[in-house]
C-alpha cells in the first residue's frame, strides 16, 4: 500500500471516529426522556420538578463546561480530552440507573452534561481542524446528520430499554463505547490549536473576541429555541386537536428525526444551489413549518410541517457551524465552536420556560396551538436576524475578494 492509501485510509478512521462523537451529542439530555413517565412513578415521593431537571440538568452543565472548554485546550491534549468526556458520559449516564436516591440521579446527569460539554465542540471543531476548506462542508453535513440519527437511535433504545425497567434504559449511554473505542484507536493526540495566527490562513488573530462571533452564536440560539418547541410540544398539541390517534405521534416525530438527517446530508448541495440565500433557507422552511401546524393540522398539515421542521433543523445547524468554523479558522474548536454549544444547550434549557411564561399571560390564555404561535414569533425573528447578519457576512467576503483582487 503507497502512502497516499495509507494516508487517505487514516482520514478515513479519523472522520469514523469524529463522526462517532455526534452520534451522542444534541441529544444527550433527552435520550431518556421517554422513560420519563416510568421513572416518576418510582420516584412517586419527590417533587416533579426534580423529576423534569432529570432531562433538563445535562444542558445546564453543557453550557457551564462550554464557557470553561478554551482553558481545558491550553491544558490537555485532544484524546486526553475526547476520553476524559466520554468516560464521563458513558459512566454517569450508565449510573444514573443505579441509584435510588434522586440527588444522585441529577449529580450523574451533571456528569453526563460535563461529558458532551467536553465533547459537543470537539465534534466538529476537530472537522475543521484535520479536513481541507473542500471536504469541510461536507463534513459537517454529515456531522448533522449523525446528530439526528444518535437522537432516533437513542430514543428507540431508550424507549423500548424502559419496557423492561427505568434503571435499564440507562443504559441507551452504552453507546458512548462505541465513541471510546474507535477515539482510542484513531483519533490522533495533538495539541488543539487556541487562536489564529496571522498569515497562517486561520481566518483570525489573537485579538479576536466573541463579538465577532455574535452573528453565529445569536442563530444557534434562535434555531434551536424555534426547533425544540417542537419536540417538547408536539404530542401535547397532537393529541389535543384529536384527529391524529396517539399510537401515530411517535412514529410522526422520528420520521422528523429522519428528515433533519437527510437535511444533514443534503446540506451541501443546497448550499452549492442557493449560495448567499442559504442563511434564509433553515429560518424560512421553520416558519412555513410552524404555520401548517397552527393554521392547517390535520394529517397534512402536521406531516408537511412535520417535513419541514426537521429538515430545517438538520440543514440549519451545519450552515451555522460551518460559517462560525471560517470565520475562526483552525482554532474554532477552541474559540466559536464552545459558545455556539453553549446557545445550543441554553436554548434547549430555555424552552419549556419561555412557553410556561407565555402560557401564563393573561391575554393569550384559551389561545389554541401556543407553542406553535410562539415558534412562529422565534421563527421571523431567526428569518430576520439570518437576513441581516448573513448579508453582511457576504457583503464583507465580497469585499475581501475586491481587496484582494486590487493586491494582486
Given at each position: ?16 471516529s469524529i463522526l462517532s ?80 436516591n434522586i440527588w444522585a ?156 438527517f437527510a437535511g444533514g ?144
Open positions: 500500500m503507497n502512502e497516499n492509501n495509507i494516508k487517505k485510509n487514516n482520514m478515513k478512521a479519523i472522520a469514523a462523537l455526534s452520534l451522542l451529542t444534541v441529544m444527550a439530555g433527552a435520550a431518556v426522556a421517554p422513560a420519563l413517565g416510568v421513572i416518576e412513578n418510582h420516584f412517586a415521593g419527590e417533587n416533579k420538578l426534580l423529576i423534569q431537571m432529570i432531562i433538563s440538568t445535562p444542558a445546564i452543565f453543557i453550557v457551564l463546561t462550554n464557557l470553561i472548554f478554551p482553558a481545558l485546550c491550553k491544558h490537555m491534549k485532544i484524546k486526553t480530552m475526547v476520553m476524559t468526556g466520554l468516560i464521563l458520559y458513558t459512566a454517569g449516564g450508565c449510573a444514573a440507573g443505579t441509584f435510588d440521579v441529577l449529580s450523574m446527569r451533571a456528569l453526563v452534561g460535563v461529558g458532551v460539554g467536553i465533547i459537543m465542540p470537539l465534534s466538529t471543531g476537530l472537522l475543521t481542524l484535520y479536513f481541507p476548506k473542500d471536504a469541510h462542508e461536507k463534513m459537517m453535513g454529515y456531522s448533522s446528520a449523525m446528530n439526528q440519527m444518535g437522537g432516533v437511535t437513542a430514543t428507540v433504545i431508550s424507549g423500548i430499554l424502559a419496557q423492561f425497567s427505568w434503571r435499564a434504559s440507562f443504559l441507551v449511554y452504552l453507546m458512548g463505547l462505541i465513541s471510546i473505542v474507535l477515539c482510542l484507536i484513531c483519533l490522533p493526540n495533538d495539541k488543539l490549536i487556541t487562536a489564529g495566527r496571522p498569515g497562517k490562513n486561520t481566518g483570525r488573530n489573537k485579538n479576536s473576541t466573541a463579538k465577532e462571533f455574535l452573528p453565529y452564536i445569536v442563530a444557534m440560539f434562535l434555531l434551536m429555541i424555534t426547533f425544540f418547541i417542537y419536540p417538547s410540544n408536539f404530542a401535547i398539541e397532537t393529541s389535543a386537536d384529536g384527529v391524529i390517534a396517539p399510537k401515530f405521534i411517535t412514529f410522526i416525530m422520528a420520521g422528523m428525526d429522519l428528515t433533519a446530508l443534503m446540506f451541501v448541495t443546497i448550499k452549492a444551489k442557493l449560495r448567499s440565500r442559504t442563511a434564509l433557507f433553515a429560518p424560512s422552511l421553520f416558519l412555513a413549518g410552524y404555520i401548517l401546524l397552527t393554521f392547517v393540522g390535520g394529517w397534512a398539515g402536521t406531516l408537511i410541517g412535520s417535513v419541514f421542521i426537521g429538515f430545517a433543523n438538520g440543514a440549519g445547524i451545519p450552515f451555522i457551524i460551518s460559517e462560525g468554523s471560517k470565520k475562526a479558522g483552525r482554532a474554532a474548536a477552541a474559540t466559536v465552536l464552545p459558545l455556539i454549544s453553549a446557545a445550543l444547550y441554553l436554548a434547549q434549557f430555555l424552552v419549556p420556560i419561555l412557553i410556561s411564561a407565555v402560557s401564563s399571560i393573561s391575554v393569550l390564555s384559551g389561545v389554541t396551538h401556543l407553542p406553535y404561535m410562539t415558534a412562529i414569533v422565534t421563527s421571523a425573528l431567526f428569518l430576520t436576524w439570518s437576513a441581516l447578519s448573513f448579508r453582511d457576512r457576504a457583503s464583507e467576503k465580497t469585499q475581501l475578494k475586491k481587496e484582494e483582487h486590487r493586491a494582486a
